[in-house]
């Protein structure tokens, strides 16, 4: 019997580390482990622990397991988060400023979090502001979902540049990209997407030195092949994690479906 604590596989795909968990349960619970072991060593070589945070279903296991960990330095911990809608007001439902508190800012008692405006009244200077903090707090790690159109945080295919000169931008979103927000029971039809965000790019993403990917369900099993067998490129962002010192992705077996093929022996 497989112990559902354990990867069923583990591999490496280029640099990054792809490690495959029975369900969703346990990927997360993997996820979060990492992560709370990322911040006690952080916390012995820094004063602040500075966190990226994602949202949307793939990081609900995650943060699920990982406010419910004890022994976490919760007081020392600076967080961000990478994406919002414009224009969308925090009381909605798929507001990531509500996501975030409600399962994350609500839980525990983090030192200060930096939420992403997406209703500022100029969205643009929000971006440079924020920006500027960002790179002033230099974080040290990072969650991540991939979209199924490969995109990280909103960089879908099509904006996404490996070499942006900026680190927080307002973007265009991706009928792929909208139409996941539907599938996934944000919004009640495509027209009710926004049709911009604001995202942090995707060289700042990954300048942060550890990043924690996980990405969970059958609707992820395509992008997710995609993501680790196709040549670099912005067409599949989520292509260049394979470039990153320190990432790991947390697949479950419905997400790793299409990989068995391409797996190295055991």
Not at 81 to 94: K, N, R, S, T, W
Not at 138 to 146: A, E, R, S, T, V
Request: with cysteine; proline share 6%; net charge negative.
């Amino acid at each position: 019997m497989i112990d559902g604590n354990v990867a069923t596989r583990s591999f490496k795909v280029g640099n990054v580390t792809v490690e495959i968990y029975p369900d969703v349960a346990s990927m997360g619970q993997a996820a979060a482990r990492a992560a709370a072991e990322a911040f006690k060593e952080i916390e012995r070589q820094h004063e602040t622990i500075n966190v990226i945070f994602a949202t949307g279903a793939s990081q609900i296991s995650t943060l699920d397991a990982l406010t419910k960990m004890k022994d976490i330095p919760w007081n020392k911990v600076c967080g961000f988060h990478m994406d919002e809608y414009v224009g969308l007001p925090i009381q909605h439902p798929a507001s990531f400023r509500g996501y975030l508190r409600k399962r994350l800012t609500e839980k525990v008692p983090l030192k200060e979090f930096h939420e992403v405006d997406g209703t500022a009244s100029e969205p643009g200077d929000f971006c440079r502001k924020y920006a500027a903090k960002l790179c002033a707090s230099d974080p040290q790690i990072c969650f991540l979902g991939i979209g199924e159109n490969g995109h990280l945080a909103f960089n879908d295919p099509g904006v996404a540049d490996f070499n942006d000169p900026v680190d927080v931008k307002i973007i265009p979103l991706d009928r792929v990209c909208r139409e996941q927000q539907v599938a996934e029971g944000w919004f009640a039809n495509v027209a009710e997407v926004p049709e911009q965000a604001i995202t942090i790019t995707i060289p700042a993403l990954m300048r942060v030195p550890r990043l924690i990917v996980s990405v969970p369900g059958n609707r992820k099993a395509g992008i997710v092949r995609r993501s680790l067998v196709e040549a670099l490129s912005t067409d599949c962002p989520a292509t260049i994690l394979r470039t990153h010192s320190d990432a790991t992705i947390y697949l479950d077996s419905a997400s790793a479906a299409e990989l068995y093929d391409i797996l190295p022996n055991s």
